[in-house]
């Protein structure tokens, strides 16, 4: 279980055809929440209830049991043929060069 950073006891309540749960203002301050976010309602694989911001909804994505860096990439070498060419042969001083966007925003 993880380190528990702000808790408060509340109840499950009817709300029309469904159910709901109030949530505190410090609660929802602790969790970088604010009234009208968008959350996912998910169940974990503990079997409790999650809610998940949108723009973390990454973080729901678990590994398969068992796979770590280690297991992932045991026994691959890499390719020495890209390893020892660079991803932009035309970049100026050995530096691979901005393109796109991000050369527009640093004004090059």
């Not at 079997?47 to 990454?58: D, Q």
């Not at 590994?63 to 890499?78: A, D, N």
Request: net charge neutral.
């Amino acid at each position: 279980m993880g380190c528990m950073v702000a808790a408060q006891r509340t109840k499950v309540s009817s709300w029309g055809n469904s159910e709901a749960v109030r949530i505190p203002k410090s609660i929802l301050r602790a969790a970088g929440l604010s009234s009208g976010d968008d959350v996912d309602v998910v169940v974990n694989e503990s079997g409790n209830i999650e809610l998940v911001p949108m723009e973390r909804a990454h973080r729901r994505v678990r590994p398969v049991r068992g796979v770590t860096y280690e297991t992932l990439f045991s026994g691959y070498k890499g390719d020495p043929i890209a390893d020892s060419q660079r991803a932009w042969p035309d970049a100026p001083n050995g530096v691979d060069g901005m393109v796109g966007a991000e050369k527009a925003a640093w004004g090059l």
